[in-house]
């Protein structure tokens, strides 16, 4: 994608669909991450910009990294296990690691579809049959979609349970 952020949509629809075990943080920072190799070689002019950490091997590793990263840093601040449950799974080793997992996988899968020189699949293969499977647009509006939904999913009222 050309704009990271757009990548965050599908994560905060998951994170509505599971709160509290699914770490947005985690996966949001591991999108950014993996940007950093494109970004690296866009300003070196180095081609291709996308490499091994487009790949859905080392995109799902690196963003694991990233979601141990986060946990391990987030139980050395401050109240990090307080709030509610959506909340306090954003720094939990699990919902970190397979946030941050998610993310890599994610990532692999949406810039496949666009990117001509991306190989999702390496080692195991140099082909990419995801490219231009639906087109930019479709592809830019479900990211964007997916997005809104998930907010209004996370800001929805909630019902409180009755107490006993």
Known sequence: ???TPFHFGPGLLLKSL???RFSFVAYAASQVVID????????TRQWPV?????????????GA????VIA????????WDTGPPGRRAELQMTSAVSGGTIGGIVHSLLDGVMHPDIRPFLPFTE??????????????WGCV?????GLALLWRPRRRQPTA
């Open 72 to 79: 391990t840093v987030g139980r050395r601040l401050p109240r």
């Open 1 to 3: 994608m050309p704009f």
């Open 50 to 62: 996308h490499r091994t950490l487009h790949t859905f091997l080392v995109g799902s590793l690196v």
């Open 127 to 140: 082909s990419n049959p995801l490219l231009g499977q639906v087109s930019l647009s479709t592809l830019y």
């Open 36 to 43: 950093v190799e494109s970004g690296y070689f866009l300003a």
């Open 145 to 149: 979609l997916t997005g809104v939904a």
């Open 65 to 68: 990294a990233t979601g141990l």
């Open 18 to 20: 599971a709160p509290s």
